[in-house]
């Protein structure tokens, strides 16, 4: 079994978020870099989780930005990832990115695993536009992912519940909550990291569909309205006559 | 040249989310100067021609059964089809599972830029720029699609439901063969609970400030009485206090209702991530320094255990 897991790299979940250069920026000033919990947590620690039941596993990571993205790429090897190529391009389009993965996970891989979403675009699109490019089944949204007898069982969410579906290889899985319990690099994984391949690709010739113009913040709230603990029932009158939200 | 507007049944009836994404998309269509088509996929039900009241002149629907969501490559060929033969010019969704699960596949099929998460009519005075809700609901982008054909996913509760008249919208029956997959659906589950999160209207949820799973009561009780789905924070679901489905925030699910009622939670940034698109916010807790307060538009520093039967009563009296 040959896994590629995506890789992206985004501001931590705390960080303030605010724009520069006439708001067409993000400001990244003071701002802590992670991978994005969605590919961390779920994704690759799942890949983990399988090559830990088959050591026969492979697990590559791929990420497409430029060198300041090699920390995280290095904490992905220290969580477990075997080796790791970077495809240097610093491209937000999400039909550019995809087209990038695609062009390496057509080389073999059964598997290729996303993030459910980045927490910084809220895009939840790099992975059906990779099994689309890839002519390969794509299931979004999973919440679990197993190996049986040479297809995946796969857990997903659907409309006010639940599938399990069955599927063969390759395939391409979006994951989210409930696919993997998160875990911190050891200190022998992060020494290992050190010396695991880390290569560096140019990008394929691609189209992008789409270009980031310029940013906005929501306006500010007018404040909360305190109502007295001893008169709850004002604010059902409120959610009733002022907001009417009820 | 038209606007196709996927919109999704749930329980023969075309959903909230989807009367949304109707109406933007016929209002897409009059900015365009151009027609609006519905495409419904999914077992038939008999009112579909009711959805002229929302603009349409056409409704195609296909008699298809199977899960098109988990299926999507081949819900994708099909809707592709029917771009091309009714040579479409955009495509809308809802940002729903749906949505996701189809959009980014057609995006490439067609080759057509997406954006997913749209949260108004795309700018088309110079270019096609749609607004979208970027960093879980701390701001927004704005994307222009470069491509002659434009796909965008909108966001819940992002667009008013706008009913025209009493038109009535003519019903195609869809000819084209949708074939078969290479994947099988082993097992299908409902949730418990009468009200599936990501389309409830009005949302209450509990945090750790309720001390345990067995005073959940309250929030079932004052979710019931106003049609709420229940919800939880993160700590709560891990702790196995409430199911993992009902967990809203950063990492779990994201939520825009019109209501959200948030008894015993803090407001981590993380929380706040998952529900700062809710339309009005109320935050019930006992600890006045909560960060919660200042992303709420009500709020009652106060204990819920005294509070909340107050409440339920109040709302149950409304009528």
Known sequence: ?246 | MSVIIIAELSEKKIKKQSLEVISYGVALANQLGTDSIALVMGETVDNLSSLGKYGLKKVIHQQHTASMLSDNKLACRFIADVCTQEQAKVVVFSNSLLGKAVAPRLSVKLRAGLVTGAVKLPDTSNGFKVRKSVFSGKAFADVDILTPIKIISLNANAFEIIQQSDAVAEVVESSIEIGAGTLNIIETKKNEGNISLADADRVVSGGRGLKGPENWGMIEELAQALGAATACSRPVADSNWRPHHEHVGQTGVAISPNLYIAVGISGAIQHLAGVNRSKTIVVINSDPEAPFFKAADYGIVGDAFQVMPKIIEAVKNLG
């Open chain 1, 1 to 246: 079994m040959k896994i590629l897991v995506c890789i992206s790299r985004t501001p931590d979940t705390t960080a303030k978020i605010s724009f520069t250069n006439q708001n067409t920026t993000f400001n990244a000033e003071g701002v802590q870099w992670i991978i994005n919990p969605y590919d961390e947590w779920y994704a690759l620690v799942r890949a983990i989780e399988l090559k830990e039941k088959d050591s026969t596993t492979i697990i590559h990571l791929i990420n497409v930005g430029n060198n300041e993205n090699e920390a995280i790429i290095r904490k992905a090897l220290a969580l477990g990832g075997d080796e790791a190529i970077r495809i240097n391009s610093e491209s937000n389009d999400p039909f550019f990115i995809a087209q990038q993965i695609a062009a390496v996970a057509k080389d073999g891989y059964d598997l290729v695993l996303t993030g459910k979403e980045t927490i910084d675009h809220n895009g939840s699109s790099i992975g059906g536009m990779i099994a689309e490019l890839l002519d390969a089944n794509y299931i979004s949204l999973a919440t679990k992912l197993d190996i049986e007898n040479g297809n995946a069982i796969v857990g997903r969410e659907a409309d006010g519940g639940e599938e399990k579906i069955s599927a063969p290889f390759p395939l391409v899985v979006s994951c989210q909550k409930g696919m993997a319990e998160a875990r911190i690099p050891n200190m022998r994984g992060i020494m290992a990291a050190r010396t695991k391949p880390l290569k560096v690709a140019e990008a394929v010739q691609s189209e992008s569909f789409t270009a980031v113009t310029g940013f906005d913040l929501p306006p500010a709230k007018a404040g909360v309205k305190l109502i007295p603990a001893d008169t709850p029932e004002l604010l059902v009158k409120l959610l009733r006559e002022e907001a009417k939200a009820i």
